[in-house]
């Protein structure tokens, strides 16, 4: 499904990335964990085809195919999703509006109809139960005057609605009570199916009791220097990140 | 060159003509505004009104005068596509500065409503128009205020006589075919709105194509106790028409009154809107939006004076500038010692779509009483780029997701028009003029 190779990018001539290999099956729950600063989000918004970093060199392949030349739309088109860490705040564009077109955009792209309001009503219902949301929060401007929760949530909705291939959640724990985490969680694993993969991108493992990976990748200083199992994201909150520095120095 | 002595000798030499179409109280108003004008002459930037604009553009022309109506079969569908979809509204036409019947649709107006061409008011109604006409537009202070007063020789009036209430908004529209020569009309409004009435009204301005010419209108309404009046003043004037428009306004007490400055067209454009507050509980919003593209230059000076206490008064202009348009706005807040418990606020914010647009911002606060809120704000930025990303990352494309940013701009105006054929029609005004802004590989 994702397969990144070497993948070195840097953001106005400081390199953050410095050969990032990671490949993830359909079908498969990964974390990349990391302390502050090592690169974590870049790689989350290097693969959304965030342009204000630069890729420098290596690839990353989404289905067998290079999205390096791909527009972030194009991206999401095809199956790529990105839950910010920081949603923006977009006054003036309502949140049913938005995910409405969003929705129609990805549909049109893909050859399919697009729907209209009645439809869309009926298909975000359910998601919104599943959320826990309530109604009024679809016809509020898009993250605007959201609490850091709500935004998280409404991250997890566009995600529910979008329904991608490929879903990369950059630090989608943070900022939440225990109540939004198992909410969030929930709506996450809804998403989990044997076509799909999700990259789950914390500094915490807290969000992995609730969203249980199959893989755990060590992100230090923009190079992965440890892959293991769920076991791996425990040791982390044991020993901390600089045991597993210490040990990735040594080689 | 067309200086202040060219506009001068062409005013003598139409006078006698001038003063057959008015009673002669009118003409004295007009002899007295011309001297006024002779005392100004043309502003410079050295006047401090005028400061970031400079007028010298305009007088490279040699406008006409027009002094009668020319019907010239306009159908009136196509001004429908060129204005606002106005069915349900009750229209007042004007060409080029003339009362059009053949494109007027009136309906029938409650009883003692007068809604109509000034020339006919000063038949019918000529003590009430005397009382009112040239009593609040200051011809002293204001050139092209005293050239109107001047030249004045159509326009609309309406009365609304005390507890009357129009539902369907009034339309003014105005014409301006310059066909062969740069043309210049300067229609004038009056608009009286007894205790107690309500009604909507959009004025607007209109031409074809690259027309040149110079729309000159001033607009008087006094709004007394407890009425409230909605105005739109809606500028779609051709791309090389010359616009300067005074709107002037008195408001008695608890009356309310918002505006909406809308201005799209034009190449040099300046609006004033002075609102005098002039008894206790009154509301006064008025707002703008201002689209301008290529060389255009849009200039929206506002006065409120807090004449009075407890009064609130509201001002919100939004503007998008994209290649080397310039704006201006300059708004000035006097609240006089009288005026306590004066709560005014007023916000300017302004998008520029390009580097090379550029807006002068001016907030102008006078306090003269101490028991006030006063607040202002004014906001310079382009497109939020991380608004851009975050919208494309959801599958939405880059130019459409520009497009729904600049929506979202203009929403917080947009949303506060009650007019509903101006609002509807604004909203694909934006879009349109955004897909053009970036058909001409600018604004993307």
Known sequence: ?251 | MADKETYISKFAELETKLSETAPSWVHDIRKSAIDRFAEQGFPTTKNEQWRFTRVRPLLRHDFEPVLEYEQDGLPARKLDELCIEDTGCRRVTFVNGHFAADLSDLGKLPKGVRIESLQKALQTDPERVQRHLSKYADTGNNPFVALNTAHLIDGTFIYLPKDTRVKEPIHLLHVTRSNAKPILSHPRILIVAEANTRASIVESYIGFDADTYFTNPVTEITVMDRAEIDHCKLQKESAAAYHMGTVQVHLGRDSRFKTDFISIGGTLVRNDVNAVLDDEGIECSVNGLYLANGHQHIDNHTLIEHAKPHCTSNELFKGILSDRAKAVFNGRIHVHPDAQKTDARQTNRCILLSDDAQINTNPQLEIYADDVKCTHGAAVGQIDENAVFYLRSRGIEKSAARQMLIEAFAAEVLEGIKINPVRERLTMDIIDWFTKARGAGKAD
């Open chain 1, 1 to 251: 499904m994702l397969e990144i190779k070497n993948l070195h990018a840097s953001i106005q001539g400081k390199e953050i990335l410095k050969g990032v290999d990671l490949k993830v099956s359909a079908g498969q729950v990964h974390a990349i964990m990391g302390p502050n600063g090592s690169g974590k989000s870049t790689l989350a918004q290097v693969i959304a085809g965030r342009d204000t970093f630069d890729v420098t060199s290596g690839d990353i392949l989404y289905k067998g195919k290079s999205i390096l030349e791909m527009a972030p739309e194009e991206r999401a088109c095809e199956g790529i999703f990105l839950a910010f860490q920081y949603p923006v705040e977009i006054p003036g564009v309502r949140n049913s509006y938005f995910l409405k077109s969003a929705l129609n955009a990805k549909r049109k792209y893909n050859g399919e109809d697009e729907i209209d309001a009645m439809e869309f009503l009926a298909l975000i219902k359910d998601k919104i139960e599943l959320l826990e949301i309530k109604k009024s929060f679809i016809e509020r401007p898009v993250n605007d005057g959201f609490s850091g929760g709500e935004k998280k949530r409404n991250e997890v909705l566009q995600m529910a609605v979008l329904e991608p291939t490929l879903a990369v959640l950059d630090e989608t724990d943070s900022g939440l009570d225990i109540d939004a985490l198992k909410i969030v969680a929930n709506g996450v694993n809804a998403l989990r199916g044997p076509g799909r993969a999700i990259v789950v991108v914390t500094h915490y493992q807290r969000l992995l009791n609730y969203i249980v990976p199959d893989v755990v990748h060590v992100l230090l200083d923009g190079r992965i220097v440890k892959t293991g199992d769920r076991d791996l994201a425990l040791e982390l909150e044991d020993k901390g990140y600089a045991e597993v520095q210490k040990q990735a120095a040594k080689g």
